[in-house]
Nanobody, 120 residues
Framework: QVQLVESGGGLVQAGGPLRLSCVLS????????MGWYRQAPGNQRGLVAT???????NYAESVKGRFTISRDNAKNTVDLQMNSLKPEDTAVYYC??????????????WGQGTQVTVSS
């Protein structure tokens, strides 16, 4: 069974750093992309950052220049380094993976979410 397990959330003061990590466990044929989404109370889940197997990254405008996404293809992990955190970054952060099976059918997986709270 495929699972995404996140770690690294918590409480941090505004301006501080925090690092999130996620590992995909279980057997998959291939992983096209991994990334992070977030959801604040009353809001829809939205993109934070994604990274393809080849290393192409995509960031939400609100986090560009502050957050950095990276992945280790050999270990099936994706990390999110968050710097200069703001109270508006407070949300539940979800790890995401876009995988394919041997027939190249897409299957998306989500982690259980990790809370990030930024105090002012």
């Amino acid at each position: 069974q495929v699972q995404l397990v996140e770690s690294g959330g918590g409480l941090v003061q505004a301006g501080g750093p925090l690092r999130l990590s996620c590992v995909l466990s279980g057997s998959v044929f291939g992983i096209r992309a991994m990334g992070w989404y977030r959801q604040a109370p009353g809001n829809q889940r939205g993109l934070v950052a994604t990274i393809t197997r080849g290393g192409t990254t995509n960031y939400a405008e609100s986090v560009k220049g502050r957050f950095t996404i990276s992945r280790d293809n050999a270990k099936n992990t994706v990390d999110l380094q968050m710097n200069s955190l703001k109270p508006e970054d407070t949300a539940v952060y979800y790890c995401w993976a876009e995988t394919i099976d041997r027939y190249y059918r897409q299957q998306d997986y989500w982690g259980q979410g990790t809370q990030v709270t930024v105090s002012s």
